[in-house]
């Protein structure tokens, strides 16, 4: 039983309108004596043309008060105070009874949605940004998948362009074979990067690089074979980033899998007289939307990184029929994504509003700075070591006999860099604060980690689930706050779905473990004042802990049974 579409669907008698516009308008008013649940009448009042307080009167006339203590006409809003001991009996139970599956909907089947996350450039370091759409991306990958969207995770890897004429013409003239061999990535950025310092002097270079990126283009065997070993070797690199951050994807096509579908597109855009020339290049012209051109061929007939977007677009809505198509990708592409779905638009496509940029901030150091490029691949290796270092440090000193101490440190130290970069709304920079990211207190992942490890302590000194409990029992201010968070685990994730907000889900994890902890200290457990008190309390927990879980799990965090 859900109290808001309980809600929604005795309203939506009153209005013929949809049903989860009307959930969606549902508040959790800030204070309890003003309910649990509160309806305000401004839409309503909006549709039908009637005062709002006219209408929160009129609802509450016919509302019927099963499953409530009190409903109130207050003002335009409608307050639903609901009845404690029935709530408090439903929401355990269907937490319990659901388990793994509390929070699970089906409200997207039959609709595709495409989540585009991380999609690194191969034969370059993988940087602190790419590890934030990394998270962010795997996180609404399980959320959407959750809410019964069938899901696709695409990595578009940047493994197409000039530069790979460039790295081919390089390798040529200094490539290390065993250097390659043991660290690819550090190799192919070293002759890349001298490619770039040669060129200053030599300008025949980059003729070079363009000879090689054609021959690429026309299939030479030999370019071919070098591109592709690059791209091997870079993949397998990442490929373990991935393992440690437990991310997976569905499909690689990155942007060399579209060199061979532009020419189509190029000759759509043409077709419907949008390709114009300028200065020898051929552009979409945007100045109708105050942007600049959107380049589609540059000057040497060279198609670029936005010719390979407006191809995969193409290529996805034909392919997966999407109803949303979601890129996760830095603040810095805003411009870049709005020229694409403008193009789109403009070739008469209406899916072009269903391709959406979900953009985020910069992440920051309080002590490091991020500046040269090299640094980057190094400080990511060693961030992610960094965390689990510091974590098996704090395990050493509060916990020192846990068993499997190093894996523990792992899900929990990778965690709370996840968790730390999934906080806030995504659009926000980070600033990196080990101290404050690594802390067992505050709203931080080992916070929450710890706040299950300690449910699941209490559960292990208790025998098996009992049935029959008195849930009536509960009747404390903290167990009824604790249970209200709860049933909030839906109208938290719908929220994310709707603001494409992982962050939606890590705040509310951290409401329920604040709430389970207020619980924790006001209440012993083990020692309640009767053996009924304690049964109840015990499935508190139980819930409590299937609720972290299955939150944690959304934002891509594996729980530990002990810390
Ligand atoms: N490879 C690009 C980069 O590292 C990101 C790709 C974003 N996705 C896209 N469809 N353009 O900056």
Not at 11 to 18: L, T
Not at 58 to 73: C, V
Not at 281 to 290: D, G, Q, R
């Given at each position: ?280 290049a051929k552009v979409v012209m ?55 779905f403008t193009t789109i638009d ?172 207020k619980f924790y200290n006001a ?41």
């Amino acid at each position: 039983m859900n109290y808001k579409s309980i809600i929604a669907n005795k309203i939506c008698e009153y209005i013929d309108m949809d049903i989860n516009t009307l959930e969606n308008l549902i508040e959790v008013p800030p204070r309890s004596d003003m309910g649990d649940f509160a309806f305000p009448c401004f839409q309503l009042a909006k549709e039908l043309k009637k005062a709002p307080n006219i209408i929160a009167m009129e609802l509450k006339e016919n509302f019927p008060l099963e499953g409530f203590e009190k409903i109130q006409a207050f003002g335009p809003y409608l307050n639903f105070f609901v009845d404690k001991s029935i709530f408090i009996k439903e929401v355990i139970e269907n937490i319990l009874h659901q388990g793994d599956n509390y929070g699970r909907n089906n409200v997207g089947e039959g609709k595709n949605v495409i989540v585009e996350y991380s999609s690194p450039n191969i034969a370059k370091p993988f940087h602190i940004g790419h590890l934030f759409t990394t998270v962010i991306g795997n996180s609404l990958y399980k959320i959407f998948k959750f809410q019964g969207y069938n899901t696709i995770g695409i990595n578009h890897l940047g493994d197409w362009g000039t530069q790979f004429g460039k790295l081919i013409s390089a390798y040529k003239r200094w490539g290390d074979e065993e250097a390659l061999q043991k660290e690819p990535i550090t190799e192919l950025l070293r002759i890349y990067v001298k490619f770039h310092d040669e060129a200053e002097n030599n300008p025949e270079l980059e003729e070079e690089g363009r000879k090689y990126f054609k021959q690429l283009e026309d299939g030479d065997e030999e370019a071919v074979e070098l591109w592709a070993r690059f791209r091997d070797l870079s993949l397998k690199e990442f490929s373990k980033l991935y393992k440690t951050l437990n991310v997976t994807f569905d499909s690689y096509a990155g942007e060399s899998f579209y060199s061979d579908k532009m020419q189509e597109v190029v000759d759509e855009i043409d077709k419907k007289g949008l390709l114009v020339e300028s200065n020898g290049a051929k552009v979409v012209m945007l100045e109708e939307y105050n942007m600049p051109p959107c380049i589609i061929k540059k000057a040497d007939g060279a198609t670029i990184y936005a010719t390979r977007d407006l191809a995969a677009a193409f290529y996805r809505k034909n392919t997966y029929d999407f109803y949303k198509n979601i890129y996760v990708v830095g603040k810095d592409q805003s411009l870049h994504f709005k020229q694409v779905f403008t193009t789109i638009d403009l070739m008469g496509y209406e899916w072009a509003k269903d391709c959406h940029h979900v953009e985020f901030g910069l992440v920051r150091f309080l002590d490091k700075k991020l500046s040269t490029r090299k640094g980057d691949v190094i400080l990511l290796d060693e961030l992610l070591n960094e965390a689990v270092v510091k974590t098996l440090e704090t395990i050493n000193e509060k916990n020192p006999t846990l068993k499997n101490k190093e894996e523990v440190a792992k899900k929990v130290g990778i965690g709370a860099i996840i968790f730390a970069y999934l906080k806030n709304s995504r659009e926000k920079d980070i600033v990196f604060d080990w101290k404050e990211m690594l802390s067992f207190e505050g709203e931080t992942g080992p916070y929450v980690q710890y706040t299950y490890a300690r449910g699941k302590s209490i559960l292990r000194k208790v025998g098996q689930r009992g049935d029959d409990i008195d849930y009536s029992k509960l009747s404390s201010k903290e167990e009824f706050e604790l249970v209200k968070e709860l049933e909030g685990f839906q109208s938290a994730i719908s929220a994310a779905i709707d603001k494409l907000q992982p962050s939606m889900v890590t705040r509310y994890i951290i409401e329920v473990a604040k709430a389970f902890n207020k619980f924790y200290n006001a209440h012993n457990i083990l020692n309640s004042e009767n053996e009924e008190i304690k049964n109840a309390r015990i499935n508190l927990v139980r819930a409590t802990i299937q609720v972290i879980k299955n939150g944690l799990e959304l934002i891509g965090l594996q729980v530990v049974e002990e810390m």
